[in-house]
């Protein structure tokens, strides 16, 4: 405690003082200058740890010469004095080592202190040093990401692929060596071909613009020649006229009908266009021929925008006056209804004739407000036909029946045009079926030959005569109609026989069926529709939806002894390459049909579905007659082969004739219908 | 169309189904059956034709389903019968004299327990077909076999045929043993239908037959009949089902018998008459098991429980 008080005292002791007179009392023979100097010098020389004992050793020293002294003075004798004294001296040179120790302490503090100023310094500009350097790298780092994000106009350039570029570009642009590792050269170098297939580009587009502007140099030079060509060509033309008429070549008789055609209405002119060039080309049987009124058809067309504006006046006119005038409503309806089912007064004449001088005669006409087209069908043969004469027939050959039909479901009732229906709202017609006897059918394959199509959806405003439309009907319905008339000139013939109990069978269909038929028909009779569907087991048909309004339906009976087989036949407008079908009822030990009898369904399907061998020479008008003649086959088959009841007395009714392998076959015992022509014996299908 | 015969395949889950145009149907029964079944899935997975003539005949072993048609018999694996364009495991012919016309083969029968197959047909004999012993002919029908029957108790098997009688065969020496003519018998003898026998069942002791006579329950070994029953029309179709027998024929109806002759129900198809019925009652298939009858139209009625018709499969 004492040493530290001490201690701290001192120091300002020795500021006061300053260095000098201690310097002097210490080691006083030495220079002063040195000695003061020597003195910081000195320090680095002695070891602070060696100081620091002597420093310890002085100030036990002290206290012990402190406590002799106490002691001495204590004990209070004379001769003490000197010792007190000698021990004061020795006190006092150990006060001057602690002094001379102090001031090296605080050297040496001060020293440290320095060191420590400067190496903070240097630290603080090394800190400064890595901040300016920090910041440099972020600055730098930025820079990097500045120029990675950026996007060159090159990249929107579309290259051509790699395979490519090696493929087609020249190797001085390519340069394969270089490019091939380096993306940035090979980039450089895409780029460069690109820009070299570019200028070739340009140059050869540069190149084409002049060709066309030469060759459309050339075209108007050509005009021009062709155009003074015109008027030497109809001089030529007129001068040929006499020779024309001497030599009876019709150029101008056609050309004359040409002339009158400019005046068709688009329709008709397409059909005319495409009839008469099918006829020139595929068939020399058609003869094409305009009829009706010209000067008619002129009139009409000259002035179109001023009859519009007479209408629509009209129409506002006659709006007042039925507000006005009601009595003439009627009347005027009347008139309203005329003028839209007014037809074009001119219209083209089809003539079809077929092989055996047999024609149809066809008149196209165009419902100019409608926009829509009709035809009406007559019919004329080389030799007078014996119609069937029974009441109910339909005539097959009446120009409301022949062209039914044509292609499924085209009834020819109803008017094609969707839009029609709002005009007729308009003046209160209900359907055009009304009309259809006075104007003619508007079947949808007319409007297709008059290029008119009208889609199923929505009714389009502007519907306009596509040649390409009717010319690709034209040839398949040019022979539906020859194949139609011939079906039914035939199927005529057939049913005037058919109807005297006679089936006729030429000779090529001979051998379908065996010499002896002793099953007849006897009876062969048009019924209606209704009654048809009346029938109870024709059920299945009408469920199955092949028995429709616009079929035509017959019975027949065919009998053998008691047996009495019933047979309805539905004949699709088709015929015959869409084959009748028959639906069969035998009443012969009670009532047989299909639902109950596996032959009755056998026999069905023998005659039904097993048409194709019975169609006979093509095309197969043959086809109903010897569907009928095989029915009496399998009613023999089906009357003969059937299993004696011997409980029943008596010889079996009908005795068998025909030759058959087996009588009955498989689950569910079927009979033996097919005939095997050469054999002549029957077998199971 | 006329569907002849059906099969149910061994896992219970496809019916097979044959028509008179040699094209066999695929269905699938648990589609059809689940809940959530569509239009779609009451048509056959896959058709094929199968055969020139028509398909008499469908029976299914472990592995294969087996078809008949015109004098030959088919085998196409129930594995892979779903695929397109499934081709036929073997194809065999019966050694049959020869003939002008190739005869049918109006009905197959697995014998399980030889592992061979019975069929018979047009050519009024029964032959058996085995891989390992070959084959042997059972002679004596005088007319075309319709239907034959297995008794499984005893190696025997019964067939019916045109000629109006059930013939009694012992398998292992392949001898006649009985033979009842069911057209002598004035209670079930029906002359204005014909002799035939259409369908036959046994359940060993007692066997019922049926078609130009009327159906009949008959006992086996005193070869007397029991039962009549009162149906006009012939039968084509007859099986034991539990207590019950079930037969089909001429007329849209599934009839079931008790045993004592009375009519138990008439349950209504939707074909004029029924040629083929199927019990599927395949332990794998719990879920399928239903009725089956087929005949004179493109469709399959297909029976939940036997009480009414739930839907129909149709062919095309």
Same mark, same amino acid.
């Given at each position: 405690m004492s040493t530290e008080s001490n201690k701290k005292r001192k120091p300002k002791v020795i500021r006061s003082d300053g260095a000098p007179p201690e310097g002097k009392r210490n080691r006083s023979e030495i220079d002063l200058e040195m000695k003061y100097y020597s003195e910081e010098a000195e320090v680095d020389i002695r070891d602070p740890n060696k100081d620091y004992d002597l420093y310890r050793f002085t100030c036990h020293e002290l206290q012990r010469l402190m406590a002799e002294i106490q002691e001495l003075k204590s004990r209070g004798s004379r001769d003490s004095a000197s010792e007190i004294e000698e021990r004061r001296i020795q006190s006092c040179v150990h006060f001057m080592t602690l002094k001379k120790l102090n001031r090296l302490a605080h050297i040496r503090l001060k020293k440290g202190r320095d060191q420590t100023h400067e190496a903070k310094q240097k630290v603080d500009a090394y800190h400064l040093q890595l901040q300016n350097l920090l910041y440099e790298v972020m600055h730098l780092q930025k820079e990097i990401t500045k120029c990675l994000e950026f996007k060159s106009k090159h990249e929107e350039i579309e290259l051509v692929s790699m395979e490519e570029f090696y493929r087609e570009a020249p190797p001085e642009i390519s340069k394969c060596e270089i490019t091939m590792g380096d993306p940035h050269q090979q980039t450089l170098a895409r780029l460069d071909w690109e820009l070299e297939q570019r200028k070739r580009l340009a140059e050869k587009y540069k190149e084409c613009l002049a060709s066309k502007e030469k060759i459309l140099k050339e075209i108007e030079v050509k005009k021009e020649y062709l155009s003074s060509l015109q008027p030497r060509l109809s001089s030529i033309m007129q001068a040929s006229l006499p020779v024309q008429e001497y030599l009876f070549m019709p150029f101008d008789q056609a050309h004359k009908q040409y002339e009158t055609a400019r005046h068709l209405p688009p329709p008709l002119y397409v059909l005319f266009v495409q009839a008469s060039a099918y006829g020139q080309a595929c068939d020399k049987k058609l003869s094409v021929a305009i009829e009706g009124n010209v000067e008619e058809a002129k009139a009409l067309y000259k002035p179109p925008e001023d009859s519009q504006d007479d209408e629509s006046d009209s129409d506002a006119e006659e709006e007042q006056t039925t507000k006005r005038r009601r009595p003439t409503l009627g009347v005027q309806l009347d008139d309203k209804r005329k003028e839209m089912l007014k037809r074009h007064p001119l219209s083209v004449m089809l003539d079809l004739r077929c092989k055996d001088d047999s024609m149809l005669h066809l008149t196209f006409y165009y419902l100019m407000n409608l926009n829509i087209m009709t035809v009406k069908a007559r019919v004329s043969t080389a030799t007078e036909i014996v119609t069937p004469?029974?009441?109910?027939?339909?005539?097959?050959?009446s120009p409301d029946m022949i062209l039914s039909c044509l292609y499924p479901g085209d009834h020819g009732k109803k008017t094609p045009n969707p839009a029609n229906q709002y005009q007729f709202d308009k003046v209160g017609i209900l359907t055009l079926s009304d009309y259809v006897l006075e104007l003619g059918h508007p079947y949808l394959w007319v409007q297709k030959l008059g290029g008119l199509h009208f889609p199923k959806e929505q009714p389009q405003h502007t519907v306009t005569a596509d040649n390409s439309l009717s010319a690709s009907h034209m040839e398949t319905t040019m022979k539906l109609l020859r194949t139609r008339l011939q079906a039914r000139l035939a199927l005529t013939k057939q049913f005037a026989s058919l109807e005297h109990g006679i089936v006729p069978v030429s000779s090529e269909c001979? +051998? =379908?069926?065996?010499?002896?038929?002793?099953? +007849? =028909?006897?009876k062969w009779v048009a019924i209606a529709y209704e009654d048809y569907m009346e029938l109870p087991y024709t059920r299945d048909i009408v469920e199955a939806g092949l028995?429709?309004?616009t079929h035509l339906y017959y019975l027949a009976l065919i009998e053998r002894g008691t047996a009495k087989l019933q047979a309805a036949v539905v004949l699709n407008p088709g015929y015959s390459s869409i084959p009748p079908i028959f639906r069969l009822c035998l009443n012969w030990k009670g009532e047989k049909t299909s639902s109950n009898d596996d032959n009755i369904r056998a026999m069905e399907s023998e005659v039904s579905v097993c048409y194709r061998e019975l169609y006979g020479p093509r095309p197969g008008y043959q086809l109903l007659t010897n569907q009928l003649q095989r029915l009496c086959v399998v009613l023999d088959v089906y009357l003969e082969t059937e299993s004696h009841d011997t409980s029943v007395e008596g010889p079996k009714e009908f005795p068998q004739e025909k030759m058959c392998l087996r009588l009955v076959r498989g689950p569910s015992r079927m009979k033996p219908f097919k005939y095997n022509h050469p054999q002549g014996f029957f077998s199971h299908r | 169309m006329t569907i002849f015969s059906q099969s149910v395949s061994p896992c219970g889950k496809f019916l097979a189904a044959g028509n008179n145009y040699g094209q066999i149907a695929i269905f699938s029964l648990s589609a059809a059956l689940s809940s959530e079944a569509k239009e779609e899935s009451k048509k056959p997975l896959v058709t094929f034709v199968a055969h020139d003539g028509p398909v008499y005949s469908l029976v299914s072993t472990d592995r294969h389903l087996l078809s008949a048609g015109d004098g030959e018999v088919k085998a196409w694996l129930w594995g892979e019968i779903i695929k397109k364009g499934c081709k036929e495991v073997w194809s065999r012919h019966p050694p049959y004299r020869s003939s002008l016309e190739v005869p049918e083969i109006n009905a197959l029968l697995l014998n399980p327990k030889e592992n061979s197959l019975l069929l018979a047909g047009g050519d009024c004999q029964l032959h058996t077909m085995d891989l390992e012993t070959g084959s042997f002919t059972l002679r004596g029908h005088t007319d075309y076999i319709h239907c034959l029957a297995l008794r499984e108790r005893s190696p025997e098997v019964l067939s019916g045929g045109e000629d109006g009688t059930v013939r009694l065969w012992d398998l292992r020496t392949g001898e006649e043993v009985q033979t009842i003519e069911v057209y002598r018998h004035e209670e079930c003898a029906r002359p204005q239908n014909g002799k035939w026998i259409g369908c036959l069942a046994t359940d060993s002791d007692w066997m019922v037959c049926g078609g130009g006579p009327a159906l009949t329950l008959w006992h086996l070994r005193s070869a007397t009949p029991t039962t009549v029953f009162p149906l006009r029309a012939p039968q084509k179709h007859v099986t034991f089902y539990q207590d019950l027998i079930l037969s089909a024929g001429q007329g849209p109806c599934v009839n079931q018998w008790q045993l004592s002759g009375e009519l138990k129900a008439q349950v209504p198809g939707s074909s004029p008459s029924l040629l083929s019925l199927s019990l599927n009652q395949q332990p794998a298939a719990p879920e399928c098991k239903v009725l089956t009858a087929a005949g004179n139209s493109c469709r399959v009625d297909v029976f939940t429980n036997l009480g009414y018709r739930a839907f129909s499969l149709s062919f095309s």
């Open positions: 004469v029974s009441a109910g027939y339909v005539d097959l050959l001979q +051998r =379908l069926f065996p010499a002896k038929i002793v099953s +007849r =028909l006897v028995a429709e309004d | -």
